[in-house]
């Protein structure tokens, strides 16, 4: 029995990282990236839920007039240790400091993913929540593991899809892509309900 035909609908991902370029791509369907220009600050009292559900429709949003008839997906990812945010280090300094607060203990990432269709407005979001659970470590192992793999624009400081896995000693998640950037199980249903399937 042949498949029914799926429309092609034209998808947009809102976001200039590499990283989830390489996860959309692992979905096989045809997209174009552009990066948008929003303000990534939190509001005063936001929790880190509401941010990266914010965040994730914000950037969805900023692209809209540039792509009037488009599904555009939008993502964020905010990651907290004992109720801070952590940020992307940006140096090898920064990233050391950052694993050696987190080890030992558990940092939680939440990473929403939003689907807006410009056509209509609708806007349709999901999150999830990963808990990671770091090895107590030593400074020597977090210095040689900074070398190797230099997370520099990583939020936690790490890469779970390079040696960064080497850090943990467990993860709690439903979808081991949405640590690095990118929860496609999420986006595979959101995508669905836009009439777009991926198989």
Do not use: W
Not at 78 to 104: E, I, W
Not at 139 to 149: G, K, P
Not at 185 to 190: A, C, E, Q, W
């Amino acid at each position: 029995m042949p498949h029914a035909k799926i429309e092609f609908r034209p998808i947009v991902l809102a976001s200039g990282s590499p990283h989830r370029r390489e996860l959309l791509a692992k979905l096989g369907l045809p997209f174009q990236s552009a990066s948008p220009e929003i303000d990534e600050r939190s509001h005063p009292g936001e929790r880190p839920e509401s941010l990266a559900l914010r965040l994730g429709k914000d950037k969805a949003v900023a692209l809209a007039p540039r792509f009037p008839a488009h599904l555009i997906i939008g993502s964020d990812q905010v990651a907290l240790l004992d109720g801070r945010q952590l940020h992307k280090p940006g140096d090898a300094a920064n990233t050391c400091s950052q694993l050696r607060a987190a080890a030992g203990k558990s940092v939680d990432f939440y990473t929403s993913i939003c689907v807006l269709d410009t056509s209509s407005g609708e806007c349709r979001a999901d999150l999830d929540r990963t808990r990671v659970h770091f090895r107590t470590l030593s400074d020597q192992q977090i210095r040689h593991y900074v070398e190797r793999d230099q997370p520099f624009d990583c939020a936690g400081g790490f890469k779970s899809e390079g040696l960064g896995i080497a850090l943990f000693e467990k993860l709690e998640t439903e979808d081991p892509n949405a640590l690095v950037g990118l929860p496609l199980i999420r986006l595979v249903r959101l995508l669905d309900t836009f009439g777009v399937s991926v198989i």
